[in-house]
């Protein structure tokens, strides 16, 4: 073997070498944030604690794996069909990351029923989501002031439908466009339920304006 085809030899030895290492590294960091998550919760059972930590450590690997080895140019650009606008690069990873099996899902979900009650696997699922459920009912109340309680659990209903489905997408770019999907729904719900949702939006900017103005 002459010097070129060693060092061609060596040096692919060397990035397979630190390939597999920066891997070994993320996959390292996944399982700490599951842990983190599940210290969080309490359980104080150590069997349930490691077998919840071993399922969402599982999912973390498997979306992410997914998510590198599809990535947006995987799916050709074209239009979406609804809108008849051309697909963004955001559109093509959604569609692509989409693709990954329902049973990857469905084994978390299992998972995680086996180990937890209802209360820590919505304390999990907003892990994944960065507490987005909440954070945007908040947002439903101050723009709607008088929403009733009929209202807020079909809202809260469809922000728990998106976040079921975001915490199988990667990034936050991907899981915000998910609940910008239900956040559409709700609007709709609201328009059909007697409301102006484009006005109650209006009226909500102007409040805003104003206490801003208040306090200068």
């Known amino acids: 073997m002459n010097i070129k085809n060693l060092v061609i030899v060596f040096a692919t030895l060397f990035l ?57 140019d995987s799916v050709p650009a074209g239009i979406n069909p609804a809108t008849g606008q051309q697909l963004s690069e955001l559109d093509r990873s959604i569609i692509a990351d ?71 997408f990667k990034n936050m770019k991907q899981i915000s466009a998910i609940f910008e999907i239900y956040k559409t729904k709700n609007e709709q719900y609201l328009n059909s339920n007697g409301r102006n949702w484009r006005q109650l939006y209006k009226d909500y900017g102007k409040r805003m304006k104003a206490e801003k103005a208040k306090k200068q």
């Not at 820590?120 to 960065?130: H, V």
């Not at 809202?155 to 728990?160: A, D, F, W």
């Open 16 to 72: 397979t070498v630190n390939l597999s290492l920066a891997q070994e590294n993320e996959e390292a960091k996944l399982r700490e944030k599951a842990e983190n998550w599940i210290r969080e919760l309490n359980i104080n059972n150590k069997e349930k604690e490691t077998q919840a930590t071993e399922v969402i450590t599982t999912h973390l690997i498997t979306v992410r794996n997914w998510h590198n080895d599809h990535p947006y």
């Open 98 to 168: 989409s693709a990954m099996p329902r049973s990857v899902h469905e084994a978390l979900m299992t998972g995680l029923k086996a180990n937890l009650d209802e209360s820590q696997i919505e304390a999990i699922l907003d892990k994944y989501t960065i507490g987005k459920v909440a954070f945007t009912l908040k947002g439903y109340h101050a723009i709607v002031t008088d929403l009733t309680a009929e209202e807020e659990a079909v809202i809260l209903k469809n922000l728990k439908e998106a976040r079921e489905i975001a915490v199988d």
